[in-house]
């Protein structure tokens, strides 16, 4: 049993990129009796799902879920399009970017991974040139995250497609939207992706548990000929058993009723009012870090995340100390500095289930915190995010 000084009472603020704070409605429709994943009131459940993840992804073409994290429909992407051997096309920009070519290393294929700069984006002109010097076309997929969780860079993923249909190259473009589906702007279709990569626990407001892929129709028609072994990942019977309501497995039922009620939630909300009301907080989130005289790790504005903010720590001190003071005085969790940035940034998660004073909340912590820390910076962080919060709307 906690002591009277270990208790804490309130709601603890979960400001970490992902998993994000599941709402009460969510949370009870999650709360219901498990049915018979073969039954008709599951399959109804089922075929509202898909149409509406439809509208979520910004396709006409198919999606498909699997009871995993996000790393199981990174692989998921690789293995239905890939034969063993074949090269994919990279660029080092963050930690999730390093991770998911590290999947396709271990499935045995062969990973281009260009270096690149961490407090920027995927450049759209350095693939154009790397898949035009690739002459015989030996590289089957570019991989690109849309929304770098590590460091809260976003890369230009429109631009991007131009660039690849530029160059002439028929390479596949597998779209990593894990840390943005539901918090920014995506479209799978009008942005031409061939596969569109995605886990429930970020902007879909669940908890962790349910994969996602969205697949154009050049990517089927690759998965056809595509030579990797796979078994639960292979789209083909999903999509078969889709089509009555039903999956080849036993899905994560109580999940899904998490999801039927998250994506209504995203739809009574608009997606236009979700996407705008993410940009107005993150805003606000980029005013404080100003008006704390820190800085934030994207180097280009144009290129800040909607979702999350990673601010550098100055010299000489330690993120992790910061963020550890925080949680035990604040019971807010920010997020860790990840891979290479370990120790040096903390991040700030603003996605999902969010309002303003629950933002106003979070970064009244942080600025309470180092203080505590005693990190050097000014006290005008809190004062200019309020400022930008009460004129706009
Ligand atoms: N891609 C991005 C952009 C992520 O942020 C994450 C996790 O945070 C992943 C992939 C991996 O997803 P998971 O941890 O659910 O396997």
Request: net charge negative.
């Amino acid at each position: 049993m906690p002591t009277a000084n270990e208790f804490k009472s309130g709601r603890h603020f979960l400001q970490i990129p992902g998993p994000s704070n599941v709402p009460d409605r969510v949370l009870r429709a999650i709360d219901q009796p498990t049915i018979d994943h073969r039954g008709p009131e599951f399959a109804a459940l089922t075929l509202e799902i898909l149409d509406r993840l439809k509208t979520l992804f910004g396709t006409r073409s198919h999606v498909v879920m699997y009871p995993s994290s996000g790393t199981g429909a990174w692989e998921a992407a690789l293995v239905n399009t890939l034969s063993p051997g074949d090269r994919v096309l990279a660029f080092d920009n963050g930690q999730f970017a390093t991770l998911w070519c590290g999947v396709a290393q271990r499935l045995g294929l062969e990973v281009v991974f260009e270096p690149g700069d961490w407090r920027e984006a995927v450049d759209p002109v350095a693939v154009e040139q790397r898949l035009r010097e690739d002459q015989n076309h030996t590289i089957k997929a570019v991989m690109v995250v849309h929304n770098e969780t590590s460091t809260g860079v976003v890369s230009p993923i429109a631009e991007i497609r131009r660039a690849i249909d530029r160059s002439g190259h028929p390479a596949l473009y597998l779209v990593d939207t894990v840390s943005s589906l539901g918090s920014m702007e995506f479209r799978h279709d009008d942005w031409g992706a061939d596969v569109t990569v995605c886990g429930s626990q970020k902007g879909m407001m669940l908890p962790p548990g349910i994969g996602f892929n969205a697949i154009g129709e050049k990517a089927i028609r690759a998965s056809e000929t595509a030579k990797m072994s796979k078994a639960y990942w292979d789209w083909a019977p999903i999509i078969k058993n889709n089509e009555h309501g039903f999956f080849p497995y036993t899905p994560s039922t109580n999940l899904l009723y998490g999801l039927c009620e998250s994506l209504t939630m995203l739809m009574e909300e608009g997606l236009d009012h979700v996407f705008a009301r993410h940009h107005r907080l993150a805003e606000a989130t980029r005013h404080a870090v100003a008006g704390w005289g820190l800085e934030i790790l994207c180097r280009n504005p144009a290129n800040a995340s909607d979702s999350l903010t990673a601010v550098i720590v100055p010299d000489g001190y330690d993120a992790d100390d910061i963020r550890k003071i925080i949680l035990e005085r604040f019971d807010l969790s920010l997020g860790v500095g990840l891979g290479q940035l370990a120790g040096n940034v903390f991040r700030i998660g603003h996605l999902g289930d969010l309002n303003d004073l629950t933002l106003a909340g979070t970064l009244a912590g942080v600025e309470m915190g180092l203080a505590i820390a005693q990190v050097p910076h000014e006290k005008n962080g809190v004062t200019a995010a309020l400022d930008y919060l009460a004129q706009t709307t």
